[in-house]
């Protein structure tokens, strides 16, 4: 299969990327608005997907909400019910479809 460039995003909140990152017994949700590299973290208790949604809705509240999210194919993010919530935000979510995972954060 040829590869593809990936298109640069124009704006702002075009596209946020996101994983899950763990430390010490800690997990966190990374978000990157990959057109202004602007980075946060936000802690969650568990990897499910209502920890995820209740995080993404408080970076949505910070950065605003992006026209796409793209992830790995982590449970919480492969979960039917997020991507339902994410749709009814009017939120496009792109499921990563390489082993190498978001290279965009990772």
Same mark, same amino acid.
Request: aromatic share 8%.
């Given at each position: 299969?040829?590869?593809?460039?990936?298109?640069?995003?124009?704006?702002?909140?075009?596209?946020?990327?996101?994983? =899950?990152?763990?430390?010490? %017994?800690?997990?966190? &949700?990374?978000?990157? +608005?990959?057109?202004?590299? !602007?980075?946060? /973290?936000?802690?969650?208790?568990?990897?499910?997907?209502?920890?995820?949604?209740?995080?993404?809705?408080? =970076?949505?509240?910070?950065? %605003?909400?992006?026209? &796409?999210?793209?992830? +790995?194919?982590?449970?919480? !993010?492969?979960? /039917?019910?997020?991507?339902?919530?994410?749709?009814?935000?009017?939120?496009?979510?792109?499921?990563?479809?390489?082993?190498?995972?978001?290279?965009?954060?990772?």
């Amino acid at each position: 299969m040829p590869m593809k460039i990936t298109p640069k995003p124009e704006h702002c909140r075009d596209k946020f990327v996101i994983d =899950i990152y763990s430390s010490e %017994g800690n997990h966190y &949700l990374s978000c990157i +608005d990959i057109y202004s590299k !602007f980075a946060t /973290l936000e802690q969650i208790k568990t990897k499910d997907w209502v920890e995820c949604k209740n995080a993404l809705m408080r =970076i949505f509240n910070q950065l %605003g909400k992006p026209k &796409l999210l793209k992830a +790995d194919r982590d449970g919480a !993010f492969s979960s /039917l019910a997020l991507k339902r919530w994410l749709e009814t935000e009017e939120v496009e979510l792109q499921l990563n479809t390489t082993k190498t995972g978001v290279a965009d954060i990772e």
